[in-house]
């Protein structure tokens, strides 16, 4: 009788290919199975109903399956497809599946599959969502709700244009977290076409989602969270003015996600979010011109990258926690942007423009605005420059134990740089600019602290225009150096506090210097090894020294020295070897000694 009653219901069905309405509600006994298969031509509406009872390991199978074709001028095609366990009963669950297939404009296809949501049955249910449609404006709804342990599989298939589908799972079970229930979740959405709409929203344990869209405008959005476990996010894009959402959110610190998506093409937006969770990574690739990359974290020992290839093209992370890792890495453009701004501690900040013709230029920031130190910031921007705005790169940090550096080399004319350490509780940070091979480069580093090491670095391009760099320190303790390889050389430093060390190296002609030293104890050290150089050297304070690098080896080729001290205990000691040298020293105070050496 079971297999009789079977049959007599495929045999209705078929019955019913070209009706307008098909309607099926089954129900399946112990140890059997049911399938509904209904093929429609025309402006038609399908609705299957399956439920599943007293289920036995590894038997029962429930399956749908619907066809329709929508003639030319129809009016839009339905299908719904329900399928249900109602079994109480602690044994192994159902294998559903649901199939629809369609053909034409503005249909609709919606398949649910549940069970009766008791968190505490421990049953295995393979749950199978397949749809597929052709044309425009059609419309793809796949859902399952309160699993338990099993599988979830979602695949959905659109050809078209503005078409949208929708995969959802959620999870009711597992509230516990113990490893008992794990229910798995895999999605694929494939839309080949323009402005379609995909996504994604999985809370299962483990889940893995992924978005193809090939064409312009279209949208994928993903969000994996509630009690989740471990999660694979991916989007890929094809096309122009694509935008790529994705949301990770769980209740378990523990939990660990990876967020991926591709673009190809112009104008491509792609956001990233984790609101909480440790361990998590998040990738964006972008070729093309026009992109924008943001990517937003919460937790701790996070990796978020980006890489981009083209113009104009903007990336932004935002990361709260400790001992996280950001990378933006843009490269054969110009005008590109990149942000980085980090909260908390042990964190690693690092951003790499590189492009390799003449006129480029881009701009760089990154910011750490928590006090508790020990993080690590790297800008490097390489390219031939000779364009105005310059390539700009800027750091700016509090705390203790910083590392902040920035290279611009290449041939980066017209290149700025800043770095910024402020606060009253930042101390023992490392700072370093690096300017090599350019022209009317500026450097520019403040510090407001205790203990720090402060050091600029320019090689600039024989006979030419200079480069400048300015130091101004407020703090006690702190080493600060500058160092100038090529002519036309400008450096300025100036200190505002007790026990500091100050050194002006300078190697090309026409080089000049500033050295303005407020406070006692500091040492100013100055060389100038090209003709033609100048230095204003400005103390006030008690025991303070004024002395060259290696001790009298102080030289000025045919240049002017003036040397300004007020205070008590003060010392200079100068030396200069060049034919026309001149040297002025004025001391006011009490105990102050100098000593000019000219060869």
């Keep these: 009788m079971k297999k009789l009653g079977f049959l007599f219901v495929f045999m209705a069905l078929a019955g019913l290919t070209f009706a307008q309405n098909a309607v099926v509600d089954q129900t399946n006994e112990s140890g059997t199975s049911?399938?509904?298969?209904?093929?429609?031509?025309?402006?038609?509406?399908?609705?299957?109903?399956?439920?599943?009872?007293?289920?036995?390991?590894?038997?029962?199978?429930?399956?749908?399956?619907?066809?329709?074709?929508?003639?030319p001028g129809g009016v839009a095609n339905s299908v719904t497809i329900n399928q249900s366990i109602t079994d109480d009963d602690d044994s192994d669950g159902s294998i559903l599946s649901a199939d629809a297939t369609q053909e034409g404009e503005d249909n609709s296809i919606r398949q649910t599959q549940e069970n009766n949501g008791n968190d505490f049955?421990?049953?295995?249910?393979?749950?199978?969502?397949?749809?597929?449609?052709?044309?425009?404006s059609n419309l793809i709804e796949q859902s399952s709700t309160d699993g338990d342990q099993g599988s979830v599989e979602f695949t959905a298939?659109?050809?078209?244009?503005?078409?949208?589908?929708?995969?959802?799972?959620?999870?009711?079970?597992?509230?516990?977290?113990?490893?008992?229930?794990?229910?798995?979740?895999?999605?694929?959405?494939?839309?080949?076409?323009?402005?379609?709409?995909?996504?994604?929203?999985?809370?299962?344990?483990?889940?893995?989602?992924n978005i193809y869209q090939n064409g312009s405008s279209n949208t994928g959005?993903?969000?994996?969270?509630?009690?989740?476990?471990?999660?694979?996010?991916?989007?890929?894009?094809?096309?122009?003015?694509?935008?790529?959402?994705?949301?990770?959110?769980?209740?378990?610190?523990?939990?660990?996600?990876?967020?991926?998506?591709?673009?190809?093409?112009?104008?491509?937006?792609?956001?990233q979010t984790v609101t909480v969770g440790n361990d998590n990574t998040g990738y964006v690739e972008q070729t093309g011109n026009y992109g924008d990359a943001f990517q937003t974290f919460t937790g701790d020992d996070n990796n978020a990258s980006v890489d981009q290839s083209g113009y104009m093209n903007v990336a932004t992370q935002d990361l709260i926690g400790d001992m996280n890792n950001a990378t933006i890495e843009q490269v054969g453009g110009s005008e590109n942007s990149a942000t980085q701004k980090m909260e908390g501690h042990n964190d690693n900040a690092t951003i790499q423009q590189l492009n390799n013709f003449y006129g480029s230029y881009n701009t760089a920031s990154q910011t750490f605005t928590s006090t508790s130190g020990d993080n690590t910031a790297s800008i490097l921007q390489?390219?031939?420059?000779?364009?105005t705005p310059p390539n700009t790169a800027t750091q700016y940090v509090e705390g203790t134990?910083?590392?902040?550096?920035?290279?611009q080399t290449a041939e980066s004319w017209y290149s700025d740089a800043t770095q910024n350490v402020l606060g009253a509780e930042s101390s023992n940070n490392t700072l370093t600019i690096n300017q090599n091979w350019g022209d009317d480069n500026n450097a520019l580093q403040t510090v407001s602290g205790s203990s720090n090491t402060v050091y600029g670095e320019q090689h600039g391009v024989w006979y030419g225009n200079g480069e400048n760099l300015t130091q101004t320190i407020t703090g006690d303790l702190n080493d600060i150096s500058v160092i100038q390889y090529e002519d036309n050389d400008f450096a300025s430093q100036?200190?505002?506090?007790?026990g500091n060390t100050l050194k002006t190296v300078q190697n090309g002609e026409n080089a000049s210097a500033v050295m303005l030293v407020i406070g006692d104890n500091n040492v100013a050290s100055l060389e100038q090894n090209g003709s033609v150089a100048s230095a204003d050297i400005y103390q006030e304070g008690e025991l303070n020294v004024v002395q060259g690098l290696s001790g009298a080896e102080f030289a000025i080729?045919?240049?002017?020295?003036?040397?300004?001290?007020?205070?008590?205990?003060?010392?200079?000691?100068?030396?200069?070897?060049?034919?026309?040298?001149?040297?002025?020293?004025?001391?006011?105070g009490a105990g102050n000694v100098a000593t000019v050496n000219q060869y």
């Design 34 to 71: 049911v399938q509904a298969a209904v093929t429609q031509t025309g402006t038609n509406t399908a609705t299957v109903t399956q439920s599943s009872v007293l289920n036995v390991n590894n038997v029962n199978t429930i399956s749908a399956t619907v066809n329709q074709t929508n003639t």
């Design 121 to 136: 049955l421990d049953r295995f249910v393979s749950r199978v969502f397949t749809a597929s449609q052709t044309g425009n």
């Design 157 to 209: 298939t659109q050809v078209g244009d503005e078409n949208t589908a929708t995969q959802t799972t959620l999870m009711a079970g597992g509230s516990s977290y113990d490893g008992d229930q794990t229910p798995f979740a895999t999605g694929v959405i494939l839309q080949e076409g323009n402005l379609n709409q995909a996504t994604q929203i999985m809370q299962s344990l483990d889940a893995d989602g």
């Design 221 to 271: 959005t993903q969000f994996f969270g509630n009690l989740s476990k471990e999660n694979y996010a991916d989007i890929d894009q094809f096309g122009e003015a694509n935008e790529a959402h994705q949301t990770f959110s769980s209740g378990n610190s523990t939990a660990i996600s990876t967020l991926t998506a591709f673009q190809n093409g112009q104008g491509n937006q792609s956001e």
């Design 382 to 387: 390489n390219g031939l420059g000779g364009a």
């Design 401 to 407: 134990s910083n590392n902040l550096s920035i290279t």
């Design 494 to 498: 100036t200190v505002t506090g007790n």
């Design 557 to 588: 080729g045919n240049g002017t020295l003036d040397i300004d001290q007020f205070g008590t205990g003060n010392i200079v000691n100068i030396g200069q070897t060049a034919f026309g040298a001149s040297a002025t020293v004025n001391q006011s």
